[in-house]
């Protein structure tokens, strides 16, 4: 994992029981994880009474060091001996180690699914809808007494701003066919998963 | 049901009795290739000349008779409906048996293209499916996340498009289940019912 100066700096300032005790590194530690994690998260989460005695422009140095950390950490699907090498190198003592990687370890689904939600796909289906209809006339056609589906497709983009539908008739001939290919998708997945 | 006739498209239909059945017949073939492609005046020209007479006449004679028939095709009157509403233009009994003829030959057929011209949503045509497994992203290293990419093929108005969507297994499974409940729906007691009481 290539990490910046500024990274290692923060890091360094973190092992520093003089400028960080236990109990304001375990804070700034889990202000970072809350920052990442937590939706509702904003510039308040150091905003606890036991950080106000730190300088400012340090608070926000390693709030941010250790955020960038846990990110290429995650994103490199990093385990405890590789984290706590690092950590090592940055002057952490034992216990702090332990905290963080305890730390690490609790959030680490959060974070995983988090990195892997990011990024371009093409549209999602999330569900379906369908009707059911007797159709009987038109002004062109009398007398049609045929059964007629509609499908709608609810999609998701990935900005999940928009959410397009797509929508189709299709007789009853049809909707066998569109059933069974999605069966023999669901199938051939199924055997996938079973190699 | 009976044709309700006007004046004028008896009047384009009263050439009909002037020439030969084969031209009839050929008049039939003629409006049916015009409402399956669109017509050609060109042709009016051509079998004027050899009718000798006017090409109007000639063009309204097929209108007529095309006209005759998609009323006719969408109504879907009775065979015995055709022959009384036919019968008020004094026709013989062999043009009468032709152009019922030329009915019944054709109504499967105008029906369908008549089908085509409803208020439409693009109708389903086929689908292709894929299975991927997703193995690392820019923001995630080492995945294993099964996906299955579909291609849609739809049309509407004779115009072919395609919708690449992807989906995940539990939503596949999801879809499968949604929509087989659909399909099952046409069997109840209920659907049942409808469809053989409303004809």
């Known amino acids: 994992m290539e990490l910046s100066e500024y990274v290692q700096k923060g890091f360094q300032m973190l092992a520093d029981p003089g400028s960080f005790d236990s109990n304001a590194f375990t804070l700034l530690l889990r202000a970072a994880f809350q920052s990442l994690l937590d939706a509702q998260a904003d510039e308040a989460v150091l905003d606890h009474p036991d950080l106000k005695h730190i300088d400012p422009v340090v608070l926000k140095h390693c709030h941010t060091a250790a955020a960038t950390y846990i990110l290429e950490a995650g994103k490199q699907r990093a385990d405890k001996s590789t984290l706590s090498t690092y950590l090592e190198d940055c002057k952490f003592d034992r216990e702090r180690i332990e905290l963080f990687c305890t730390e690490y370890q609790n959030n680490k689904n959060s974070l995983e699914s988090l990195l892997g939600s990011i990024g371009r796909s093409l549209p999602h289906i999330t569900d379906v809808s369908w009707r059911l209809e007797y159709q009987i006339k038109t002004n062109q056609l009398h007398k049609m007494y045929r059964p007629a589906y509609l499908v709608t497709l609810n999609v998701e983009n990935t900005d999940s701003r928009s959410h397009p539908e797509i929508s189709f008739s299709c007789n009853m001939e049809q909707l066998q066919d569109l059933v069974g290919k999605l069966k023999d998708a669901s199938k051939s997945l199924e055997r996938a998963t079973q190699l | ?199």
């Open chain 2, 1 to 199: 049901m009976l044709l309700d006739l006007s004046e004028e498209h008896k009047e384009h239909l009263a050439f009909l009795p002037r020439v030969d059945s084969t031209v009839v017949a050929e008049f039939g073939r003629i409006a049916v290739e015009f409402l399956r492609r669109g017509s050609n005046p060109k042709i009016y020209e051509g079998a004027a000349r050899k009718l000798n007479v006017s090409s109007d006449t000639v063009q309204h004679g097929v209108e007529g008779l095309t006209y005759l028939l998609t009323e006719s095709s969408k109504l879907m009157i009775s065979e015995l409906d055709f022959q009384d509403s036919v019968f008020v233009l004094g026709f013989s009994e062999e043009l009468n048996k032709l152009l019922l003829q030329l009915y019944l030959d054709n109504r499967k057929e105008i029906r369908t293209i008549l089908s085509e011209l409803a208020p439409d949503l693009p109708s389903y045509h086929s689908l292709e499916w894929r299975l991927d497994v997703q193995l690392a992203s820019r923001s995630l290293r080492q995945q294993i996340k099964p996906s299955v990419t579909i291609k849609l093929h739809l049309n509407q108005n004779g115009d072919h498009s395609t919708k690449v969507l992807q989906t995940d297994p539990a939503t596949l499974l999801h879809l499968v289940q949604q929509l087989e409940q659909a399909l099952e729906e046409m069997k109840t007691n209920h659907c049942r019912r409808v469809v053989r009481n409303i004809k």
